[in-house]
């Protein structure tokens, strides 16, 4: 007898809604072992706009440890801004765009890619919303290279990185860092700055959540509502992509999310099939707004936008519910569930992370870009 809809579903909740808690230990790839020198150097050049086109961004900028490795605004202000968070603009006149999407936090990248089975490799990690790239070492390069996010209009994409090089070198400190870590007249190079800034990364994790002490054995971790929020939060299906130790498939998924409209384009994501990361839940409190372009600001918004999904409602008028993801309109949600399922998600947030900032940086320049 064929199952029914209904216990299909089950099925599906039962097999996709599985967690645990975070490692306690970070895998490392082998080409890339940590040291204390190396974690420092990745330090100074994430807090370091030398690395900028015009010497006014940094990493950074838009992932500062006050905002959880995150920032406070939908799309961001990289090249030609200044200020802080909320309060960071454009310098005038202009002609850099926003960023093309929301500044996900680097909080636990280190475990990006991990399975429901607590497996992952770290040089075939998964990063940014649309996949394009494998490993912190890598991604580390990718913003370096952006006209909007640190390379500006002075630089070629093919020469960025030659000059920041180049900058470096010119610097005793970088040089005498540099060599001490890795080695070798040629010690600065592009795939070291990457490595260096990738094991500073992978030292910023929040594994000892209320969730993760709950799941290592201490009841009373969690409250019994935010138990409730937890057994909700699998029964309406938000486990079916949001799941693992990371709360995240790392998966790209069609959710049809409103249109920024700060962006003069359509961002389509994915193969242009408007899909994008399913990102972790892990900190949400650092982490807004949400959504790909921050396009939802509260998680009170994030969960009417699914109960909305839920009820059949067409919201981006650029994609019908038949190009929506399968495991989307699996997603059943009332207004009632969306209190208990919120008190859960705060269990996730931990603010244990190392906060340090250098007080000066090797090059000079002011620590994090232009933020003050």
Known sequence: MPLSPTEKRAILIRKLSRFSAL??????????????????????LFFDPILSGDRDVACATCHHPTNGYAESLDISIGVNGHGFGVRRSFKQPNDIPFTKRNSQTILNTAFNGISIHNRYDPEQAPMFWDLRTKSLEKQALEPLKSLEEMRGQHFAED????????RLRSIPEYVQRFQQVFGGSE????????????????????????????????????????KEGFEQFKRSG???????????????????????????????GVDS???FRTPSLRNLRFTFPYMHNGSLTSLDRV????????????INPD???????????EIRLSVKEMRPIISFLNTLNDESFDKTEPEEVPSGLPVGGNIH
Do not use: W
Request: proline residues 7%; glycine residues 6%.
């Open 238 to 268: 938000c486990g079916n992509c949001h799941n693992g130790p990371m709360f995240s498939d790392y998966k790209e998924h069609v959710l049809g999310v409103h249109n920024n409209s700060k962006l003069p384009y359509i961002d389509k």
């Open 159 to 166: 020469a960025i990185l030659p000059e920041i090089i180049e």
């Open 319 to 329: 994609l019908t519910r038949d190009q929506l993801d399968p495991l989307v309109k």
């Open 23 to 44: 490692p306690e230990e970070v895998k490392h790839p082998a080409n890339n072992p940590p040291s204390p020198a190396k974690i420092e150097l990745g330090r100074l």
């Open 187 to 226: 010690s600065i190079s592009s795939e070291n700055l990457g490595k260096a800034i990738a094991a500073f990364e992978r030292t910023l994790l929040t594994n000892n959540s209320r969730f993760d002490q709950y799941m290592k054995g201490d009841e009373t971790a969690i409250s019994l509502s935010e």
């Open 273 to 275: 099939l408007y899909a």
């Open 303 to 314: 969960l009417e936008f699914y109960e909305d999904i839920a009820a059949g409602v067409r």
